[in-house]
């Protein structure tokens, strides 16, 4: 912009001024106005110095090349330590120290909260969601190094704290007599290290070390399906799906009243030919698929979770991990289903009487086979789900197959042409149960071409194919 016909003495000019500040380091410059003795800043800079930070540089390029020289001359190993020693002006060093005291920062516990460490995990083994409060635990904390003092054994006798380079040294001392507060610490020392004489250690009860390494040994079994039954049992989802299992039995109440309600309701004549579906054969669905929920979320939520990661480090052989898990979570649907499908039969049985024909005052040990038989697909769609789950590692992929077996594929089968229809329909586990029993019925959308021990090994083949390839793949893929 440029003003025309004005001069300086006809235009008022707010007074606006400079102020320098010059410094060593940073000079300071300010743009202000001033009226009637009054400032007022508009704009400020700081303008650093190069040379200053050139300076410091030079130094401190000065000083690590004077500690090396000083080092160097005096015939020092490259350490910390040693640097430290030899930084400034200095003529000879003249003694050193051998023993170094390492020290570190113990945090406030926020670091790798998922190892097996046992001042992090709660009291089930999870890894605990928020930092821990408490460093020390009966007066020790991470790095101590104690000196142990096992009162009987084979590792009796005092057991002095060793560094991590050297082997603990044995001790000639005679036990304690007392119980000591030190002897509640494992140190993980064979006989074999106290004495110079090698000794060869026997498995527990009879079992050879290459065996119990292996985890045959019976007590660690135990432990891990121990571990296995805590992490299931301390969730929430686990009794809700037990819930709605279970609560199956009163989806049957509901169906016997409302078929007694209408088979009282219609009229004489059509009495007589009114037929009944077994409802412990519709009602098993419910817990067939929450079983089979079950087992997928024993195996997917860990590796959701990271889980995983802790639960192989602590239990480094693979295959005691899933033995376990399918022993708890078949040993659960062989409950739920004997306790849904009896439950189920008796409270039918109670409702109707002699409606429809009689249909369920017939001997209790006549249908106890198909009622058994039926009992046994939960379990089996429990391992199935296991199976699956460590397989894809997915839970909704892996419910995704499981509501495919009972809902899907069946309606599928159905509309394929014969035979094919009724060779596939005799392969799904709808129809295993009457197959292995010889109770045939024409009115089912399923086929009947198995005998029942051909139908057995199909039934058997659902839950093991599935666990066996979950156990190559659990032993040659990453967690």
Same mark, same amino acid.
């Given at each position: 912009?440029?003003?025309k016909?004005?001069t300086?003495?006809?235009?008022?000019?707010?007074?606006?001024?400079?102020? $320098?500040?010059?410094?060593?380091?940073?000079?300071?410059?300010?743009?202000?106005?001033?009226?009637?003795?009054?400032?007022?800043?508009?704009?400020?800079?700081?303008?650093?110095?190069?040379?200053?930070?050139?300076?410091?540089?030079?130094?401190?390029?000065?000083?690590?090349?004077?500690?090396?020289?000083?080092?160097?001359?005096?015939?020092?190993?490259?350490?910390?330590?040693?640097?430290?020693?030899?930084?400034?002006?200095?003529?000879?060093?003249?003694?050193?120290?051998?023993?170094?005291?390492?020290?570190?920062?113990a945090?406030?516990?926020?670091?790798?909260?998922?190892?097996?460490?046992p001042?992090?995990?709660?009291?089930?083994?999870?890894?605990?969601?928020?930092?821990?409060?408490q460093?020390?635990?009966?007066?020790?904390?991470?790095?101590?190094?104690?000196?142990?003092?096992?009162?009987?054994g084979?590792?009796?006798?005092p057991?002095?704290?060793?560094?991590?380079?050297?082997?603990?040294?044995?001790?000639?001392?005679?036990?304690?007599?007392?119980?000591?507060?030190?002897?509640?610490?494992?140190?993980?020392?064979?006989s /074999?290290?106290?004495?110079?004489?090698?000794?060869?250690?026997?498995?527990?009860?009879?079992?050879?070390?290459?065996?119990?390494?292996?985890?045959?040994?019976?007590?660690?079994?135990?432990?891990v399906?121990?571990?296995?039954?805590?992490?299931?049992?301390? $969730?929430?989802s686990?009794?809700?799906?037990?819930?709605?299992?279970?609560?199956?039995?009163?989806?049957?109440?509901?169906? @016997?009243?409302?078929?007694?309600?209408?088979?009282?309701?219609?009229?004489?004549?059509?009495?007589?030919?009114?037929?009944? @579906?077994?409802?412990?054969?519709?009602?098993?669905?419910?817990?067939?698929?929450?079983?089979?929920?079950?087992?997928?979320?024993?195996?997917?939520?860990?590796? $959701?979770?990271?889980l995983?990661?802790?639960?192989?480090?602590?239990v480094?052989?693979?295959?005691?991990?899933?033995?376990?898990?399918?022993?708890?979570?078949?040993?659960?649907?062989?409950?739920?289903? /004997?306790?849904?499908?009896?439950?189920?039969?008796?409270?039918?049985?109670?409702?109707?009487?002699?409606?429809?024909?009689?249909?369920?005052? /017939?001997?209790?040990?006549?249908?106890?086979p198909?009622?058994?038989?039926?009992?046994?697909?939960?379990?089996?769609?429990a391992?199935?789900?296991?199976?699956?789950g460590?397989l894809?590692? /997915?839970?909704?992929?892996?419910?995704?197959?499981?509501v495919?077996?009972?809902?899907?594929?069946?309606?599928?089968?159905?509309?394929?042409?014969?035979?094919w229809?009724?060779?596939?329909?005799?392969?799904?586990?709808?129809?295993?149960?009457?197959?292995?029993?010889?109770?045939?019925?024409?009115?089912?959308?399923?086929?009947?071409?198995?005998?029942?021990?051909?139908?057995?090994?199909?039934?058997?083949?659902?839950?093991?194919?599935?666990?066996? @390839?979950?156990?190559?793949?659990?032993?040659?893929?990453? @967690?």
């Amino acid at each position: 912009m440029r003003l025309k016909d004005r001069t300086i003495d006809s235009s008022e000019v707010d007074g606006v001024e400079l102020g $320098v500040d010059p410094g060593s380091k940073h000079t300071g410059i300010a743009v202000f106005t001033t009226q009637a003795a009054e400032r007022r800043a508009r704009f400020a800079i700081q303008l650093n110095h190069r040379g200053a930070t050139i300076q410091k540089r030079l130094e401190q390029r000065a000083a690590r090349r004077r500690a090396k020289w000083n080092r160097t001359r005096n015939h020092l190993p490259k350490t910390h330590t040693l640097d430290a020693l030899a930084v400034g002006k200095l003529n000879s060093i003249s003694e050193t120290v051998s023993t170094v005291l390492i020290a570190a920062c113990a945090g406030r516990g926020t670091h790798a909260r998922t190892r097996p460490d046992p001042t992090r995990p709660d009291k089930h083994g999870f890894p605990r969601l928020r930092m821990a409060r408490q460093k020390q635990h009966f007066g020790y904390q991470s790095g101590d190094l104690a000196r142990a003092v096992v009162p009987t054994g084979k590792k009796q006798g005092p057991i002095p704290a060793a560094s991590p380079s050297a082997p603990p040294a044995a001790s000639t001392s005679p036990p304690p007599t007392g119980p000591s507060k030190a002897s509640t610490i494992d140190t993980f020392v064979s006989s /074999s290290e106290q004495t110079d004489t090698p000794t060869r250690r026997r498995g527990r009860r009879g079992l050879s070390p290459r065996a119990e390494a292996r985890g045959f040994s019976p007590r660690y079994l135990m432990s891990v399906l121990t571990s296995e039954w805590l992490k299931i049992r301390s $969730v929430r989802s686990t009794y809700l799906i037990l819930g709605l299992s279970l609560g199956a039995a009163l989806l049957g109440l509901a169906l @016997a009243v409302m078929a007694a309600h209408m088979y009282d309701s219609a009229p004489a004549i059509k009495r007589p030919s009114a037929r009944i @579906a077994d409802l412990e054969e519709v009602v098993v669905i419910v817990p067939q698929l929450c079983m089979g929920v079950l087992g997928t979320l024993a195996i997917t939520s860990e590796y $959701v979770t990271g889980l995983i990661r802790t639960s192989l480090t602590i239990v480094p052989r693979r295959r005691p991990i899933l033995a376990a898990k399918s022993t708890i979570v078949g040993t659960l649907g062989l409950l739920v289903g /004997s306790m849904t499908v009896f439950g189920t039969y008796f409270v039918t049985r109670w409702v109707l009487g002699d409606r429809f024909s009689g249909a369920y005052t /017939s001997a209790f040990l006549d249908r106890l086979p198909l009622l058994l038989t039926l009992a046994l697909t939960v379990p089996t769609f429990a391992l199935l789900g296991l199976g699956l789950g460590a397989l894809l590692r /997915s839970t909704a992929a892996s419910i995704v197959i499981l509501v495919g077996l009972v809902y899907v594929i069946p309606m599928i089968i159905g509309n394929i042409p014969e035979p094919w229809s009724e060779r596939l329909g005799s392969l799904m586990i709808g129809a295993l149960p009457r197959e292995i029993t010889g109770y045939i019925i024409t009115t089912s959308v399923y086929g009947y071409l198995l005998p029942p021990a051909a139908a057995v090994a199909v039934l058997v083949a659902y839950a093991a194919l599935p666990l066996v @390839a979950a156990g190559w793949l659990l032993r040659r893929r990453d @967690a």
